[in-house]
């Protein structure tokens, strides 16, 4: 069924069709409006069925994992019609994909076994951290222990040794600078565990 006609049809009882238009134009489907679904990428059909779900102007959007598999210029766009969309109505967005909450979000809400521990702006949730973010140089053979020993958010091999983002509130090693956090340093902060650990949900 044609994108187009996906649309027409839940307007065709007398609503402005005008609509059908803008969202069109708005989610930038217009190459694809006469395109079988099945024929559209992934990101086309992810407008798609942004389209469809404004089309009624709803209050809130609720959209769960809105970017995941997308490339990252897809995603760009993506992003960039959901903060259009939040203009004009209430989006809650769930997604595991940090960069799109910094991009995206004003409030934020982390959750972890379906309860919510901590909520607030992106700047109000890195303050609340308590630990302190860190970079270190280290030899390979030293990775393993500090990995068991602290929550490392990052891990990159460079000019023959390894650079570590490490979070604790000790210093972990004497040469250790410390580093501005971010979200995703709070992110690992509250749901993170030692060697690798598991991911919650924001």
């Given at each position: ?114 309860s919510i521990v901590h909520r ?80 919650d949900e924001i």
């Amino acid at each position: 069924m044609d994108t187009g006609f996906i649309l027409i049809q839940k307007m065709k009882h007398g609503d402005d069709k005008k609509r059908v238009k803008e969202l069109i134009i708005k989610t930038g489907l217009q190459k694809a409006a006469h395109k079988k679904m099945k024929k559209l990428s992934g990101g086309m059909k992810r407008r798609a069925g942004i389209a469809q779900a404004t089309l009624n102007n709803p209050e809130i959007l609720i959209l769960d994992e809105p970017t995941a598999g997308l490339d990252p210029s897809e995603r760009i766009r993506f992003r960039n019609l959901i903060s259009e969309l939040a203009e004009e109505r209430f989006v809650l967005l769930s997604t595991h994909i940090v960069s799109d909450i910094e991009y995206i979000a004003s409030k934020i809400l982390l959750m972890k076994d379906g309860s919510i521990v901590h909520r607030g702006t992106a700047e109000g949730l890195v303050q609340s951290m308590k630990a302190n973010v860190w970079k270190c140089y280290v030899e390979k053979a030293e990775v393993p222990v500090l990995m068991k020993k602290y929550k490392v958010s990052n891990l990159k091999t460079e000019n023959g040794g390894v650079q570590l983002r490490i979070i604790s509130e000790e210093k972990p090693l004497p040469d250790a600078l410390q580093e501005e956090a971010v979200l995703e340093d709070v992110f690992l902060y509250y749901f993170g565990e030692k060697a690798g650990g598991s991911n919650d949900e924001i």
